[in-house]
């Protein structure tokens, strides 16, 4: 897990270093991309949330590893919603994404905010603070599927 964790977060630092132009042959490719983001995030926020909600045992070091992964790749999808991604392969985007850009950064924005918070819970160790740190990142997660994703 440690390995993959490592990779996963050497792989994102490379690709946020590259621009996003250059990042993207097709709108299929962006969408790939954006959805493999999220993803790899709600794998680990998941993860998270088991223990948050008693389904699992509280493990310290795999909330922070999870965590920091989450915080990483918060800042990754959204190079991927460029102008003529919304078509060229299933996805569950709405148009409103395209339409309300400003409002759509905003919701990245706040992931990504609560996303750092979460990690900086993580690291305290105490199951207390990373429940509440869970509670909000998912309700900024709810917040924007409710406006910009199909159910």
């Known amino acids: 897990m440690k390995k993959l964790a490592a990779f996963i977060v050497t ?3 490379a690709v946020l270093s ?12 962006a969408i790939k ?11 680990h926020f998941s993860r998270i ?9 509280f493990d310290a070091k795999a909330a922070q590893e ?7 790749m918060s800042k990754l999808p959204w190079e991927a919603f460029g102008p003529g991604t919304d078509k060229g392969a299933p996805t569950k985007a709405l148009p409103a994404i395209w339409s309300e850009q400003a ?9 990504q905010a609560e996303a750092t918070k979460l990690a900086a819970a993580a690291k305290t160790g105490n199951l207390d ?6 509670g909000a990142t998912a ?9 910009f994703r199909s159910k």
């Open 139 to 147: 309700g900024t997660c709810k917040a924007c599927h409710d406006a």
């Open 49 to 57: 949330g088991a223990m948050a909600n008693g389904k699992a045992p």
């Open 18 to 29: 590259a621009p996003a132009s250059a990042q993207f042959a097709k709108a299929e490719d």
């Open 66 to 72: 999870s965590a920091d992964i989450v915080a990483v």
């Open 129 to 134: 603070n990373l429940k509440a740190s869970f």
């Open 33 to 43: 991309y954006r959805q493999s983001a999220f993803f790899v995030m709600g794998q």
């Open 103 to 111: 409002k759509y950064k905003e919701h990245a924005d706040k992931l």
């Open 11 to 13: 792989a994102a630092a």
